[in-house]
């Protein structure tokens, strides 16, 4: 059974960072890309990175230069370190192996103004 379990959120002020992560269990995690998205209320839930098996990324536009995805696939977890946090990220953050439907639970952020 896969599971996905994510872990890092919290409360931060604008300007501040957090580092998200998620373990993964029940696949061969370094065969997966996986994708870290972000769910707002009120709004859907959109792509915030992926990588790629290999450690290729991309990134979201609204948090090039500030977000950053990686992973170790020894602890079979992927990361995403978070700076320059602005409000309007506020988030429940998920995780995801790509184009597949396994979610974690989600982690949340608040980024306080």
């Known amino acids: 059974q896969v599971q996905l379990v994510e872990s890092g959120g919290g409360l931060v002020q604008a300007g501040g960072s957090l580092r998200l992560s998620c373990a993964a269990s029940g696949t061969i995690f370094s065969i997966n890309a996986m994708g870290w998205y972000r769910q707002a209320p009120g709004k859907q839930r959109e792509l915030v990175a992926a990588?790629?098996?290999?450690?290729?990324?991309n990134y979201a536009d609204s948090v090039k230069g500030r977000f950053t995805i990686s992973r170790d696939n020894a602890k079979d977890t992927v990361y995403l370190q978070m700076s320059s946090l602005k409000p309007e990220e506020t988030a429940v953050y998920y995780c995801?192996?790509?184009?597949?439907?396994?979610w974690g639970q989600g982690t949340q952020v608040t980024v306080s103004s």
């Open positions: 995801n192996i790509k184009d597949t439907p396994h």
């Open positions: 990588i790629t098996s290999g450690g290729r990324t």
